[in-house]
Structures are given as structure tokens and as C-alpha cells.
């Protein structure tokens, strides 16, 4: 199943770009805060993948941290599929593709 996605920062606003879930299930991804936040702060991370479902200070820090250092937010996916998509069985709040 393919997901039309809004790519949400201040270089790509208004891009859409296509990515289904295997795709992303199959991506060298790391997920979790502390990972994610590492991955972007060391400039590993090429696109950041956060929960819409997800507590609002949480998100909050992920898009600033995102914003600042210029790589694409999609915050279009619930903790339940972002989970599955990550191939862990909770939920799962942010992940970031790192190749």
C-alpha cells in the first residue's frame, strides 16, 4: 500500500513524495527519542518519522531539533503503525531513517 506523504520543513514545504510501508520497514532506520535526536544532531539522520498520536511536548522537541537542522518531518502515521512499520511490537513514537 503506498502513502501519500507531505514532506513538512522549511527547505521542502509543499513536497509530497510516495513511501509505503515496506519501504520504510526495510529502511536502515534508528528508533526511539534519544536515537533519533542523536542520528539528527550527527547529521545521520535523512528523514524523521513522528507519531501524530503522540504526546504534544514530545513532538514539539522532535520538530525544533528537525527544524534546526533542516531534515524532513512526515507526521502523518499513528504510534500503532509507525511500530509495525519499524518491525517492533508496540508503538513507537519517532524513528529516523538513517540511509
Same mark, same amino acid.
Given at each position: 500500500?503506498?502513502? &501519500?506523504?507531505?514532506?513538512?520543513?522549511?527547505?521542502?514545504?509543499?513536497?509530497?513524495? #510516495?513511501?509505503?510501508?515496506?519501504?520504510?520497514?526495510?529502511?536502515?532506520?534508528?528508533?526511539?527519542?534519544?536515537?533519533?535526536?542523536?542520528?539528527?544532531?550527527?547529521?545521520?539522520?535523512?528523514?524523521? #518519522?513522528?507519531a501524530?498520536?503522540?504526546?504534544?511536548? #514530545? &513532538? &514539539?522537541?522532535?520538530?525544533?531539533?528537525?527544524?534546526?537542522?533542516?531534515?524532513?518531518i512526515?507526521?502523518?502515521?499513528?504510534?500503532?503503525? &509507525?511500530?509495525?512499520?519499524?518491525?517492533?511490537?508496540v508503538?513507537?513514537?519517532v524513528?529516523?531513517?538513517?540511509?
Amino acid at each position: 500500500m503506498l502513502y &501519500l506523504r507531505r514532506i513538512k520543513n522549511t527547505k521542502t514545504e509543499g513536497i509530497y513524495i #510516495f513511501m509505503d510501508m515496506p519501504e520504510l520497514s526495510d529502511a536502515k532506520k534508528v528508533v526511539g527519542l534519544n536515537q533519533t535526536k542523536k542520528a539528527v544532531n550527527s547529521g545521520r539522520a535523512k528523514m524523521v #518519522f513522528a507519531a501524530k498520536d503522540a504526546d504534544g511536548q #514530545f &513532538l &514539539l522537541q522532535v520538530k525544533r531539533l528537525c527544524e534546526g537542522k533542516s531534515v524532513p518531518i512526515d507526521e502523518n502515521m499513528t504510534m500503532a503503525e &509507525l511500530g509495525s512499520a519499524c518491525k517492533i511490537d508496540v508503538g513507537c513514537a519517532v524513528c529516523a531513517v538513517t540511509e
